[in-house]
Nanobody, 128 residues
């Protein structure tokens, strides 16, 4: 099992930027894909971005494509989500997640059930 700690959320005006971080510990980080999901009040948790275990393959939800960038630093056991041109509809609690199987081939819209470990979440609020 891996432990994940999300950080970097906050309050930002529309058009602004934030960078979320997710620090992992407890198992070999480098062998697992990592994802970011978000959950707005009254809505289901939804996929935002995923990066494969090598860092060479990434996929994004259509709603964030071109604005958000997922990356990972395997030397630091950390995954990031750079969020630019933020919109009020991006307001949500953001969660990082670790794949439950090593070396899995990531897909364009991974299922929540593929991820066995979750961070505690970090609130992102975008004001208009």
């Amino acid at each position: 099992q891996v432990q994940l700690v999300d950080s970097g959320g906050g309050l930002v005006q529309a058009g602004g930027s934030l960078r979320l971080s997710c620090a992992a510990s407890g198992r070999t980080f480098t062998n697992y894909a990592m994802g970011w999901f978000r959950q707005a009040p009254g809505k289901e948790r939804e996929f935002v971005a995923v990066i494969n275990w090598t860092g060479r393959t990434t996929y994004y939800a259509d709603s964030v494509k071109g604005r958000f960038t997922i990356s990972r630093d395997n030397a630091k056991n950390t995954v990031y989500l750079q969020m630019n041109s933020l919109k009020p509809e991006d307001t949500a609690v953001y969660y990082c997640a670790a794949d439950s199987r090593p070396w899995r081939t990531v897909v364009t819209t991974p299922s929540l059930s593929d991820f066995g470990s979750w961070g505690q979440g970090t609130q992102v609020t975008v004001s208009s």
